[in-house]
């Protein structure tokens, strides 16, 4: 997810590359969630914290690995074999998120609709999300090739 981001910003700067979405701005939300949520001002506009590109690479790894979790629990609990579609299609899923929770508690608004930047806030998110997906698809299938983890099974698989 995280190398999609970065690659894209790089070779698409003007679609792409945005200020307003970064670990650094996560560990900053995060380590201020002590003062309630913020939805009044931009998070760019408050102070750095100390450590928070680590509090935010910790936030955003942890949250990755639980919904990752929530996704194959998921897919078990309905009987389901992991795949490369139904992955990609829960990283998708998982872009509203960001959308709902983190950029209007960030001070963006619903979907960073006041952020200025919505339009590469949204393609971003929607690019790392989908990659985050296809990521877990990739490993299902090399877990399954290598005949160990889950999808190893084949029922119902893609």
Do not use: N
């Not at 970064?22 to 009044?40: A, F, K, M, S, T």
């Amino acid at each position: 997810m995280d190398a999609s981001m970065f690659v894209a910003s790089r070779l698409a700067p003007k679609a792409l590359a945005t200020e307003k979405i970064g670990v650094h701005l996560i560990g900053r939300w995060v380590g201020g969630l002590e003062r309630g949520p913020r939805r009044d001002s931009d998070i760019t506009e408050a102070p750095a914290i100390p450590g928070e590109v680590a509090l935010g690479l910790a936030t955003h790894y942890v949250t990755g690995m639980a919904l990752t979790q929530v996704y194959f629990a998921s897919l078990e609990r309905l009987g389901l074999m992991p795949g490369p579609v139904k992955a990609t299609a829960f990283g998708v899923a998982t872009s509203v998120l960001p959308l709902l929770i983190m950029y209007p508690s960030m001070g963006y608004g619903f979907a960073g609709r006041h952020s200025g930047d919505a339009r590469r806030m949204r393609a971003m998110m929607l690019l790392g999300h989908t990659a985050f997906g296809t990521g877990i698809g990739l490993c299902t299938l090399a877990c399954r090739a290598r005949g160990r983890g889950r999808g190893a099974a084949s029922r119902h698989s893609e």
